[in-house]
C-alpha cells in the first residue's frame, strides 16, 4: 500500500506560481500512472494533469495547459506539479493520485490517494 502526501500549497497572487509536491512511501510510484485533480467548493473533482506509467508521457487539462508542467522524481519518489499564471478559478484542494494498474484519468481509475492541498488564488 502507498501512501501520498501533497505539499507546496499555499495563498497567491493572481498570475503568480507553485510548485505541488506529491511524495509517495510504502512503495514505489516510478511505475505508477501519478496525476494531480482540484476540487473546489461546491464542484465534482477534477483532472488536472497525470504522468504515464513506465513513460514520461504526459497530459493536461484544456484549463491549465501551457501553464502548467508535471515531472517525476523517480529517486525522489515523488511527483512535482508547476504551476504557473494562476488564476483566481484555480482555487482548489489539489490531491495527487496513483495507479500501477489502469489507464485512466478518471478519479475512479486511481485506487491510491493524497489527503489534498488547499490552493487560493487571489484577484
Known amino acids: 500500500q502507498v501512501q501520498l502526501a501533497e505539499s507546496g500549497g499555499g495563498l497567491v497572487q493572481a498570475g503568480g506560481s507553485l510548485r505541488l509536491s506529491c511524495s509517495a512511501s510504502?512503495?514505489?510510484?516510478?511505475?505508477?500512472?501519478v496525476a494531480w485533480f482540484r476540487q473546489a467548493p461546491g464542484k465534482e473533482r477534477e483532472f488536472v494533469a497525470a504522468?504515464?506509467?513506465?513513460?514520461?508521457?504526459?497530459s493536461a487539462a484544456e484549463s491549465v495547459k501551457g501553464r502548467s508542467t508535471i515531472s517525476r522524481d523517480s529517486a525522489k519518489n515523488t511527483v512535482y506539479l508547476q504551476m504557473n499564471s494562476l488564476k483566481p478559478e484555480d482555487t482548489a484542494v489539489y490531491y495527487c493520485?496513483?495507479?500501477?494498474?489502469?489507464?485512466?484519468?478518471?478519479?475512479?481509475?486511481?485506487?491510491?490517494w493524497g489527503q489534498g492541498t488547499q490552493v487560493t488564488v487571489s484577484s
Open positions: 504522468v504515464r506509467r513506465f513513460s514520461t508521457i504526459t
Open positions: 510504502g512503495r514505489t510510484i516510478s511505475t505508477d500512472t
Open positions: 493520485a496513483a495507479e500501477h494498474d489502469g489507464l485512466g484519468y478518471q478519479p475512479s481509475d486511481f485506487a491510491s
